[in-house]
């Protein structure tokens, strides 16, 4: 059997373990644990090894711009098909949409697989990317939430100076930022791991070997779909995948790029799950408007787009990953992105179907029920 195949296999079955004790995670603050280990401890060791050992140039100083730069789009562009999926434009459900498609999560729907299908190297460029996906989602998208919330509840808008400290305090609480930040400092003066003290290397190569187990483990116990806006959820994430696999495909074209496992990179880190960072302004700006009959967002739908996010994320990456060289085509890029997008348009338009086809038949037994009762 193909060796990706296996890994594929043991990732499923990780997975499925996980799914497995959730009778055994009684408590929502039990799973929140393990993703606490996975973001606090596992993910910053992985990506300071991975860091120190690259060299760093100039080509990879633009993955955090090209990161931002995908971010912008989805901001920006994908917004514009959402009525067209249900959600309706300034309500709460539409602004939750609007702050979660555009976040990248792949600390922990992206970067298990990309260490274990392209290597250290790889990890490292999706760290660098990261930077920029990380700017977008702490930084900006922190403003954006709060303006929406000033909007929204015609209030004072915060000054320049108390945003600057806000933002300034949740870069800094943030660990994968600060082992990022040191890890490229050392890089800077020629330093490696080996560079370290024994203990260092020792007890942070231990802690990265926690990070995939413990993300597939996270995924298993942390999906909860609930049955209400299943399919209009689905389609839109369905949707921005095959949005983000198009942009990838023309960049692919257009730039000329032939390395496989730098497409497989690219594809890989666009159809990373939604971050819960965006969650965590949602719930700040929620919290705030606890006496307020008017909301800004909607955290419920923001737990179920987060839901079925990561297995999505998790089953596109694997798919694709698994495959060799089959999505190192641009053709096959634009079908598989075509197909997405069009299954993405078509499942909103079935489940609208659905509904009226049910409010017709539920019409029609009252009517008849009404005609009944009177013929008696």
């Known amino acids: 059997m193909d060796v990706s195949l296996q890994k594929t296999i043991t990732f499923i079955l990780f997975i499925g373990i996980g799914l497995l004790l959730k009778v055994k995670f009684s408590t929502k603050a039990e799973v929140v644990g393990i993703k606490k280990i996975i973001l606090n401890l596992a993910l910053p060791a992985t990506i300071f090894i991975a860091l120190l050992g690259i060299k760093v140039e100039a080509d990879l100083l633009l993955l955090p711009l090209m990161a931002l730069i995908l971010n912008a789009l989805l901001f920006y562009v994908f917004p514009l098909l959402l009525p067209v999926l249900g959600i309706e434009k300034e309500t709460p459900n539409y602004r939750t949409a609007k702050m979660l498609i555009p976040s990248l999560a792949p600390g922990l729907s992206c970067f298990p697989f990309v260490l274990e299908y392209l290597g250290d190297s790889y990890l490292a460029k999706a760290a660098m990317a990261d930077l920029g996906n990380k700017v977008f989602v702490l930084m900006i ?69 926690l990070m995939t187990p413990l993300v597939l483990l996270y995924i298993g ?27 990838t495909g023309l960049l692919v074209m257009f730039a000329g790029i032939s390395i496989q496992n730098d497409i497989l990179l690219m594809l890989a880190f666009g159809l990373s799950a939604c971050s819960f960072w965006p969650f965590a302004h949602i719930s700040a700006v929620d919290a705030a408007e606890a006496d307020e009959e008017k909301k800004t967002f909607n955290p419920n739908f923001a737990v179920s787009i987060l839901a079925l996010s990561f297995p999505l994320s998790t089953i596109l990456i694997l798919g694709i990953l698994s495959s060799g060289n089959i999505f190192a085509e641009p053709t096959n890029i634009f079908l598989l992105g075509g197909i997405l997008s069009i299954a993405g348009f078509g499942l909103p338009f079935f489940l609208q179907k659905k509904v009226k086809t049910t409010e017709k038949e539920e019409l029609l037994n009252e009517k008849m029920g009404v005609s009944t009762s009177e013929t008696s």
């Not at 930040?181 to 802690?207: I, Q």
């Open 141 to 209: 998208l922190y403003v954006v939430a709060m303006n929406w919330h000033y909007k929204v509840q015609k209030k004072k808008a915060q000054s320049g100076k108390a945003k600057l400290k806000s933002l300034g305090i949740a870069m800094i609480s943030e660990p994968v930022n600060v082992f990022i930040a040191a890890a490229l400092l050392l890089v800077g003066f020629g330093l490696n791991l080996d560079s370290l003290p024994f203990f260092a290397s020792e007890t942070l190569s231990r802690l990265s070997l």
């Open 221 to 247: 116990l942390a999906v909860n779909i609930k049955k209400d806006q299943l399919i209009q959820i689905l389609g839109v994430l369905m949707l921005r995948a095959g949005f983000v696999i198009l942009i």
